[in-house]
């Protein structure tokens, strides 16, 4: 294939009267007049309490009432005339100190009520706090036995440290009176390096003090009790660092923490609990300490890994360039699942690592299978490059380069020429640290730093030497980069070639071509425009097939312009502008029922049954366009979303393969590959039930005294990406029982060009087997849209086939330009695609496989099968596929599918 890149009883009146009876009523009335009673005191009189004013007086209580009532519960309750004034004013002033006496010291018990409270239960309110951390132990040697946590000595010293510890935490206010326990966790060469975890109980008022103290370099040095002229222990670089509460609980209890040392020469596994043949527990916090011999560092590589997709609060596993899990020695939070060609190895910048498993209350997932190594620890990285050129990487390129290093490449070129530094491949990104910044891990040359995740570039010097410096700090690291120096002649930087502003050298074909190859697109300014180009509005040259192919080639949109229809009518998916009236009027105008899909707002709404209308099983048919699949209920019998296991893939982190076109392991999973006897690869396929492939018909013609029609000629490989390794446990290998190729098949004009292949026995799906979904006879893959073709063909026309399964991006060209292109060779069951300036296309080897698509709901959906093309890869030569929906009633009577 050559394949490149790419929310009172109200207003009734009071009412005088007396009410004697014995009645409901009466005993309501006497309750009233207590809770006035109470009331009365604390309301003023003119003012009816609210909430009880619908039954209590404007117009206040007589004493005499009162008097009565207190007196002759049995009388009753007499409500006076509201204007008994003298009484009022005889008792009023007296009775008002008392009512605001009342008042205040109500007021005064509910402020230091409430104070009691916030006191209590918030300022004061004790709060667990956790710090892990570590120090160094400056009169001890480090010996093996400190290493088992159940050995004496490990025992005694681990005493030692603990009550010095103790004793810096007395000697601050800040620190002491808050502080529970401390456990010793580990010991690890460096002198000794002690590893501890100090639990603390303080007010909540004080919290804030004791973070600022444990923070504080200052606050956690030893100071020596002047009585005591020998310290049992020397102690310095004590850090703490604020740890997650439940880490204290896991120092308790130990029934998931696991030692590993490294062994000579030896690779030692480990993996999380039940691994493979059971899930991992929930709310699981494992540790695995993993230990090398002194000055030796620990490369850890994760074999496989599933966990749960991330989330903020999903399960997840860190890696520790420490015994102690804190966020500054992190190397790297892993979550989800991993293709298995995804980097996954870490180095250690020490003899020592920690890795933790934390998973949360639901979800069980596979976990992980790891292998640790020892490495004697690395001298120095960088140094003295001489020559006309050469590479360099960081240090165990391609794996993440260790954290806490820097690396220095002085590069020196002969005295006549200059030099330049490519950087093929750059990934130096930290999580959070933006890439304007380098504020963490970077590459500097002269004073320009550069970080995160960028494409090729190059870094010019304009004289013979460069200085290349690399900066890792103490957490997360990244893959880093391969990079090469070349030296160049001023005046010709690129030889033979044309060279970006950038100093990256491209073919001068390339210049002026419609593509921006320069990233800075230096080699598509100052261009003029060839008869075959369409001149953009910015002054780009585009070819002129791009123009009006819905497709803002130009970036201005220039190229799409002048394609609008006029006001009033609309634009069909082919082109054509019908008046807007035509628009849903049940008749296709477009001519390719583009004028007729989506009509109506309700997903459900049925239409009349036509060519380019989606038929649900019911017999029903909906106006939708691609209604399949996509996750939506859109026919009544939900018939649209049946058999929608299909066209995805398992593994989600795709590798970061950049600039290649490599495919992943799993990441084309309905791919086959068709091999002949003692011929090896031949033809692509592709998978779309257990037991059926769909390929070309051209694959099985009769050729040089072969029948390949025969079926017993064959044997699918499923699974497969790397051609050498068909041996892999992953891959199935299956005989085929019948090969039916369309009986229209011409062999002169490939129209026609598909063929079923029923296999002999069901494939099982797995992570890298997976079917393609089956598009309806009526689903659009319009013009401009960017498909995905892959296969094992030549990678250069009449060059020989790939051993990784190659990927290419390639576009759906207009029917009618490209039968232009092709002299008129197209037919209906054909469709073009590819890249006219040519570089990206399918070739001999690629014949029969898929030509899927990736639709909105992220389904993949198989669009077409690789068929013939006017040789490969040239420029206004697209590629020529077998087109899906034509053929898909013939594929249904074939296969029931
Ligand atoms: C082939 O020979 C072949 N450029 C397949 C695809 C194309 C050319 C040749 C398209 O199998």
Known sequence: ???????????????????????????????????????????????????????????????????????????????????????????????????????????????????????????????????TGHLRVLNREFIDAYENSSSPEFIMLAKKVKSTIEDIYRSQPDIGPYHKETVITAFSEGSVIAYYLSEFIVPKYREEKLDRAMADKQSLVQRLNPRLRNPTLKVESVVAFPADPSIAQTARDNSCLFALHAKEGEITSFNTPGFPHSPYPNNARCYWALRADANSVISLTFKTLDLEQCTDSSDYVKVYDSLSPVEPHALVRLCGNYAPSYNLTFLSSQNVMLVALITNKEGRYPGFKAEFFQLPKMKACGGTLRGESGTFTTPYYPAHYPPATDCVWNIEVPSTKNVKVRFNMFFVLEPGVPVSSCTKDYVQINSTRYCGERSQFVVASSTNRIAVQFHSDRSYTDTGFS??????????????????????????????????????????????????????????????????????????????????????????????????????????????????????????????????????????CISKQNPECDGQKDCEDNSDEDNCNCGTRSYIKKSRIVGGQNSDVGEWPWQVSLHAKSQGHVCGASLISETWLVSAAHCFLELQGISYSDASLWTAYLGLTNQSKRNDANVQMKQIKRIISHRSFNDYTYDYDIAVIELQSPVTFSAVVQPICLPDSTHNFPVGKDLWVTGWGATVEGGSGSTILQKAEIRVINQTVCNRLLTDQLTERMMCVGVLTGGVDACQGDSGGPLVSVENSGRMFLAGVVSWGDGCAQRNKPGVYSRLTALRTWIKQQTGL
């Open 1 to 131: 294939m050559g394949f490149w890149w790419l929310t009172r009883e109200p207003g009734k009146q009071w009412q005088k009267h007396f009410c004697r009876s014995t009645e409901v009523k009466f005993f309501t009335q006497r309750e009233n007049s207590r809770i006035r009673e109470q009331t009365s005191s604390l309301f003023p009189r003119e003012t009816p309490a609210k909430g009880t004013g619908s039954l209590l007086s404007a117009g206040g209580i007589s004493e005499q009432g009162q008097t009565k009532d207190m007196n002759n519960l049995e009388e009753g309750v007499e409500f006076l005339p509201a204007m008994n004034s003298k009484k009022m004013e005889k008792r009023g002033p007296k009775r008002r100190v008392v009512v605001a006496i009342l008042i205040i010291a109500f007021l005064l018990i509910s402020l230091v009520t409430g104070l009691l409270v916030w006191h209590f239960k918030y300022r004061n309110a004790p709060v667990q706090k956790v710090f």
């Open 483 to 620: 990079a090469e120096y070349l030296s160049y002649d001023s005046s010709d930087p690129c030889p033979g070639k044309f060279a970006c502003n950038t100093g990256r050298c491209i073919e001068k074909s390339m210049r002026c071509d419609g593509w921006l190859d320069c990233v800075d697109g230096s080699d598509e300014r100052s261009c003029t425009c060839t008869d075959q180009q369409f001149r953009c509005q910015n002054g780009w040259c585009k070819p002129k097939f791009w123009v009006c192919d819905n497709v803002n080639d130009c970036g201005d949109n220039s190229d799409e312009l002048q394609c609008s229809c006029a006001n009033n009518s609309f634009k069909c998916n082919n082109g054509k502008c019908i008046p807007n009236t035509q628009k849903c009027d049940g008749k296709d105008d477009c001519g390719d029922g583009s004028d007729e899909g989506t009509c109506s707002k309700a997903a459900q709404s049925t239409v009349a049954c036509k060519s380019y209308t989606y038929k649900c099983r019911n017999g029903l």
